[in-house]
């Protein structure tokens, strides 16, 4: 879908907007979103995923139930969750542990889903690869020891074994 305000790029913003029961709708590409400024999620100049987030987070819990004020704090980098939602970005990794279920809903409205789906970077594809397959193992291997199918579950545990093994071979 092409912007529906240059016709010319690549319409990868939609805002919808609701008022007094009328819903319009915008398919913008990021340079025109820009250019028309606030929507509500930071201003024209720094339109970035940042603001929007921030924007959304702080719209009356129109994204996010839970509210600004708690005692959300990561153990490790010591934002707040507070602090979070004024910035929109997360202070370290274990940040999406510490604020996991503020994030997941907001994750599941902003996104389809809450794992990832895309491309991954050629030197982890690997990885991920490898470790995607041993959790795909490690539950049917579960499943075959609660069916009492010890057959099939002596051999994905030596499945699950060697691809241990060639996993902390690569490492």
């Known amino acids: 879908m092409l912007c529906e305000r240059c016709g010319v790029r690549p319409a990868t913003i939609s805002f919808t907007q609701v008022i007094n ?21 930071g201003s024209g100049l720094d339109f970035s995923f940042q603001n929007f987030l921030t924007g959304m987070l702080n719209q009356g819990g129109w994204l ?31 940040c999406y542990q510490a604020f ?25 594809q690997k990885e991920t690869e490898a470790g995607s397959k041993l959790e795909q193992l490690q539950a049917e291997l579960k499943k075959a020891v609660e069916e009492e199918n010890y057959e099939r579950a002596a051999e994905l545990r030596d499945a699950i074994q060697e691809l241990k093994a060639k996993k902390e071979g690569h490492q």
């Open 21 to 41: 029961g009328v819903k319009s709708e915008a398919h913008l590409c990021s340079e025109c979103a820009a250019e028309l400024g606030d929507f509500g999620i």
């Open 64 to 94: 996010n139930p839970f509210p600004a004020t708690g005692d959300f704090t990561c153990p490790t980098c010591g934002l707040t969750y507070e602090r979070f939602r004024e910035t929109g970005r997360l202070g370290c990794a274990d």
């Open 100 to 124: 996991h279920d503020q994030l997941i809903p907001l994750l599941r409205r902003i996104q389809s889903g809450t794992q990832h789906q895309g491309k991954v970077p050629g030197k982890a």
